[in-house]
């Protein structure tokens, strides 16, 4: 099947129940609309420009590194706490899940196991997000970037970090975790596979089936067997 990765190792009736974990922005939410009118909303109250259009294309680093390039260093911590406490009102209702996202957590409960949400965005904003759209994983865990994510894949047995940016297949191998990606950020398939993911998918629509062939194959719990790349079409 195109554009996915599949395990080479023979099947096994019984496997471990999956502890998969999942970025929040771009990988289960887009979070662009929202996020842009934040920022726009920042701007206004602070006076200061931010290109609103161009810090959406960028995603996934703490929100003090995209902060840095509209304020002076000075300021930088003060707009973060502001924005985060605008950030309900102008980022929740308008920020969509992405296609799949609700049934790939069904997927990992389907097959006896947890979902958990690591992230860098601010904890309880990405909490909001989620009971907005009735997305309910086992835990949520906010404010990691990169490798720091590590902690909390290492602290809930996880085994599958699934992302959209490059950091969250920092982040996977950290954790001693299989990298599952998803092209709907910034980086297409191309990008991800040069950095190294194990799994490569277009979207989290084809998540569900990717685990199920995943465990078919006897790999399930705190496990990151080899992999070779499916032939595309």
């Known amino acids: 099947m195109a554009g996915m990765v599949f395990p080479s190792a023979s099947a096994s009736s019984s496997v471990p129940a999956p502890t998969v974990g999942f970025d929040l922005d771009m990988t289960l939410i887009d979070s662009r609309p929202g996020i842009r009118a934040c920022y726009l909303a920042l701007a206004e109250r602070t006076g200061t420009f931010i290109d609103a259009d161009l810090a959406v294309t960028r995603l996934g680093p703490p929100l003090v590194d995209e902060l840095r390039n509209w304020f002076p260093a000075d300021r930088v911590e003060a707009m973060a706490e ?3 406490e605008m950030y309900p009102a102008y980022a929740v209702a308008a920020t969509p899940a992405l296609p799949g996202a609700r ?9 006896g196991g947890r979902a958990l949400v690591v992230t860098a965005k601010y904890e309880p904003n990405a909490k909001l997000h989620l009971a907005h759209l009735g997305i309910e ?6 404010d990691l970037w990169a490798e720091q994510k590590a902690e909390a894949l290492r602290e809930h047995g996880a085994g599958v970090y699934v992302g959209d940016h490059l950091g ?3 982040g996977a191998r950290a954790a001693g975790a299989l990298s599952v990606t998803v092209a709907t950020g910034p980086y297409d398939a191309a990008a991800l596979r040069a950095a190294g993911a194990d799994v490569v998918l277009a979207d989290l629509t084809r998540f569900p089936e ?4 995943y465990r078919r194959s006897g790999h399930g719990g705190n496990s990151a067997p080899g992999y070779r790349e499916a032939p595309r079409a």
């Open 137 to 142: 994983p086992d835990a949520v865990v906010g």
């Open 103 to 111: 049934e790939a957590i069904d997927a990992v409960r389907a097959a």
């Open 210 to 213: 990717w685990l199920a062939e």
């Open 168 to 170: 969250d297949i920092r």
């Open 82 to 84: 502001l924005y985060r």
